[in-house]
Structures are given as C-alpha cells and as structure tokens.
C-alpha cells in the first residue's frame, strides 16, 4: 500500500476505536469521549499495542505517517489552546479580585509544592528528567503540571453537570482563568532560553506593538473577518513564539489571550471548541500516544504516575479547603470546587508534551503525566456529581 492508504487506516482506527469503546462501553459518566481517546491513544501507541503487536504498529504507524499525524496535530492543538486563550475573562475576575487571587492562588500554588516535591523524590532514581533540563526546570515543570487545571474540559464537564452557567460555575471558570494565566507564564520562564533571549525579547516585544495593531483592526473587521483573521494571527503568532524558542503552544495560548471574546457569537465558539474535538483533536491525542515510553518498566511508571496522582489531587483539595476557611465558604463548597479545578486533560497533556519536546523530562516521565491527568480527570465527575445531588442549594449560591 502506499502512504496515502495507510494514513486513511490510520485515521480510521483513530477515530472508529475510541468511538466503540466510548459508546458500548457507556463510559460517558466516568470517562467522556475526550478521556477515552486520550487513553486509546495511549493504547494503540509503542508501549501497549506496538508491544503486542509489533507487525501492526510498523506497518500503520510509518514515518512519513507519523509525520502526516503530527502536522495535524500540530494545528489541532494550536486551535484549541487559542480558544483557551479567548475564553479567559480577567474582567469578572477583577470585580471579584480579593475571592479569586485567594482561591486561585492557594488552588494552584499547593498542588505546586506538593508536585515539586514529587518531582524531588523522582529524582532519587535515574530515568526521569530530560537530557536538556536542569534540576530547577525539572521540579517546577513536573510541580506545574500537578498543579494544572484544564479549562477547556472543565467547561465540558460543567456543562454536563449543568453549572456552566450557574453561579458556582462563573466562579470557578475566573479561578481556572487566573491559574490558566499562571500556568502559561511558569512555563515561559521553564523555556527561557538565555542562548537565545535576545530573540525573545524580540518576540515578546513585537507581539506587544502587532498585537496592539491587530486589536485595532479586529474592532474594525466584521464578526465573518475576524475568524479568518484570527487564524492568519495564529499562525503567525506561533511560528514567532517557535522561532524565538519559546514553542510555538505559547504564541498559540498568546495569540488568543488578547482576542476578546465579545468579538465572536458566543454560541459558534462553542461549536468551533466542539467541532476541532470532534474533527481533529482525536488526532493529537493519537500522537501523544505514539510518544509514550515504559522502558523503565510498567511498574516503575505507574508508581511515578500514582505519587504524582497523589501530589495533584491532595495539594488542590487542601488549597481549595484553606481558602474555603478563608472566605468562610458553606460546608461542602470546597470540596466540590476542589475536585473541578482537579481537572487535567488536555491542558496538563499540551504542557508535558512541550516539556517533552524541550527534553526537560523524558519519554517515561512523560507516560507517568499522562496517566495521572487521565485519572485525575476520571475522577472529577464521579466525585462532584453526588455532591451537588446532595447540595442543590449551593448552585445558586452567589460569590
């Protein structure tokens, strides 16, 4: 066969796999079609079914395939961290500024700790941190990513829970904001690159004057222009974050930070966000997939992946329930705040694939991030959803 036929196979099993199992297997309560792919993913990659089955995985997964997926998933992932980026509002989070720096701060400032402190005791043994990185990258890279929280996702899982657009769902999306902002700029400074930050600056200080340009034009263009002028401003804000060494993830999550929402119907935003997971972000996490690595053995992953889960899930409960006292929350808020801001996939998948490309950690240390964001997403509903059955009152409930 050639190429062509077997990136059709390719994209056949990609989409056709996790689809079956997602809906005989009723897995939507515990694990939505983006968890399930994630893990298909994982499954059909190298380590799992290429183990297996080392025909199949060589004859569907050729490099000029691999490279075919990629491009794909190159572009998926910069869409969907831009929408990210015009889904942030500061502005509600300012008018509740004392309430949200508080929440935020200690929802995404202990799970840190707690993930750094994981990240010391991997240290202990060989096998995790990147040929590239040095020790301060590695801790604070692996304690960012304990400490993530999707927002994209959570979106998802609130509107399944149906508190989107409740009150208790407004305050957490201005908390994931603040750690969204966070979140990004840890990474930058992991990324800095003092070879090159002559380059850096550079961008940094181009995106500010074009990114002021660009905003003018925005308010002048008709809501039909601006989304075909906000992928031409994508684009090159990615290939100028990559270029200056940053990655290109950046530029994408810089490229949309400054795009005000208002600008766009907020129901096609929606459906583009819906529309890139159905379309062509299966393809990424098919290519996250092929990047796992259990080289150092099954065993020795899992108990990296579980003392991260750990990490993630004890450091957001314990910041949640701090501020909680704080703010003199009602009994039970915390938890139920706690366990959505657990929420990992994606996001925290997109921030260790960069580390990985920087070889600031390695393929197996990868692996291990890559479960602990599954799982800790795989809890959330299951976690939250008896809760709020049991505190029906505490939606309504105002900040």
Same mark, same amino acid.
């Given at each position: 066969?050639?190429?062509?036929?077997?990136?059709?196979?390719?994209m056949t099993?990609i989409f056709?796999?996790?689809y079956l199992?997602?809906?005989?297997g009723?897995t939507?309560y515990?694990a939505?079609?983006v968890?399930?792919?994630?893990?298909?993913?994982?499954l059909?990659?190298?380590g799992?079914l290429g183990r297996?089955?080392?025909e199949y995985y060589s004859f569907?997964?050729?490099?000029?395939?691999?490279?075919?997926l990629? %491009?794909?998933a190159?572009?998926?992932?910069? &869409? /969907?961290?831009?929408? +990210?980026g015009?889904? *942030?509002d500061?502005?509600?989070? =300012?008018a509740h500024r004392?309430?949200?720096s508080i929440t935020? %701060?200690l929802?995404?400032?202990t799970?840190? &700790? /707690?993930?750094?402190? +994981?990240?010391?005791i *991997?240290?202990t043994s060989?096998g =995790?941190?990147?040929?590239k990185?040095m020790?301060?990258?590695?801790?604070?890279?692996v304690g960012?990513?304990?400490?993530?929280?999707?927002?994209?996702i959570?979106? *998802?899982?609130?509107?399944?829970?149906?508190?989107?657009?409740q009150?208790?769902?407004?305050?957490i999306l201005?908390?994931a904001s603040l750690?969204?902002?966070?979140?990004w700029?840890v990474?930058?400074l992991?990324?800095m690159?003092?070879?090159?930050?002559?380059k850096?600056?550079a961008?940094?200080?181009?995106?500010?004057v074009?990114?002021?340009?660009?905003?003018?034009?925005?308010?002048?263009l008709?809501?039909?222009d601006?989304?075909?002028v906000?992928l031409i401003?994508?684009a090159?804000?990615?290939?100028g974050?990559d270029w200056a060494?940053?990655h290109?993830?950046?530029?994408?999550?810089?490229?949309g930070?400054i795009?005000?929402?208002?600008?766009?119907?907020?129901e096609?935003?929606?459906?583009l966000r819906?529309?890139v997971l159905?379309?062509?972000?299966?393809?990424f996490?098919?290519?996250t997939?092929?990047?796992?690595?259990w080289?150092?053995?099954g065993q020795?992953?899992f108990?990296?992946?579980?003392?991260?889960?750990?990490?993630?899930v004890?450091?957001k409960?314990i910041?949640?329930?701090?501020?909680?006292r704080?703010l003199?929350w009602?009994?039970?808020?915390?938890?139920?705040?706690?366990?959505?801001?657990q929420t990992?996939?994606?996001?925290?998948?997109?921030f260790?694939?960069?580390?990985?490309d920087?070889?600031i950690?390695?393929?197996?240390?990868?692996?291990?991030?890559?479960?602990?964001?599954?799982?800790?997403?795989m809890?959330?509903?299951p976690?939250?959803?008896?809760?709020l059955?049991r505190?029906?009152?505490?939606?309504?409930r105002?900040a």
């Amino acid at each position: 066969m050639n190429t062509t036929e077997i990136f059709l196979i390719a994209m056949t099993i990609i989409f056709t796999v996790p689809y079956l199992i997602w809906r005989l297997g009723r897995t939507e309560y515990y694990a939505p079609l983006v968890v399930v792919q994630i893990i298909t993913g994982i499954l059909l990659g190298p380590g799992v079914l290429g183990r297996a089955f080392p025909e199949y995985y060589s004859f569907v997964f050729t490099p000029p395939v691999i490279q075919s997926l990629n %491009g794909i998933a190159w572009w998926a992932v910069m &869409l /969907f961290v831009m929408i +990210a980026g015009i889904e *942030l509002d500061l502005r509600k989070a =300012w008018a509740h500024r004392r309430e949200s720096s508080i929440t935020a %701060g200690l929802a995404l400032g202990t799970p840190l &700790l /707690f993930g750094c402190a +994981a990240a010391a005791i *991997l240290l202990t043994s060989d096998g =995790w941190m990147g040929p590239k990185a040095m020790t301060w990258q590695f801790v604070l890279g692996v304690g960012m990513a304990c400490a993530v929280t999707a927002l994209p996702i959570l979106i *998802l899982l609130m509107e399944k829970l149906e508190i989107l657009r409740q009150p208790i769902g407004q305050r957490i999306l201005r908390y994931a904001s603040l750690d969204d902002i966070a979140i990004w700029g840890v990474l930058a400074l992991i990324l800095m690159d003092w070879q090159r930050v002559g380059k850096q600056l550079a961008f940094l200080l181009a995106f500010i004057v074009v990114g002021y340009v660009f905003r003018s034009l925005m308010q002048r263009l008709a809501e039909r222009d601006r989304w075909y002028v906000a992928l031409i401003w994508l684009a090159a804000c990615a290939f100028g974050a990559d270029w200056a060494g940053l990655h290109f993830m950046v530029g994408a999550f810089l490229a949309g930070a400054i795009i005000d929402a208002e600008w766009f119907d907020q129901e096609k935003m929606d459906l583009l966000r819906h529309h890139v997971l159905l379309v062509i972000m299966p393809v990424f996490f098919l290519s996250t997939g092929l990047r796992t690595n259990w080289a150092m053995g099954g065993q020795a992953v899992f108990v990296g992946a579980a003392l991260l889960l750990f990490a993630s899930v004890a450091g957001k409960l314990i910041g949640i329930r701090v501020a909680g006292r704080i703010l003199n929350w009602a009994p039970g808020e915390a938890g139920i705040i706690g366990w959505l801001l657990q929420t990992k996939a994606l996001i925290m998948i997109i921030f260790a694939n960069i580390l990985l490309d920087k070889q600031i950690i390695t393929s197996e240390a990868f692996t291990a991030l890559l479960l602990m964001a599954v799982a800790s997403t795989m809890l959330t509903v299951p976690m939250v959803a008896p809760k709020l059955m049991r505190m029906k009152a505490l939606i309504q409930r105002n900040a």
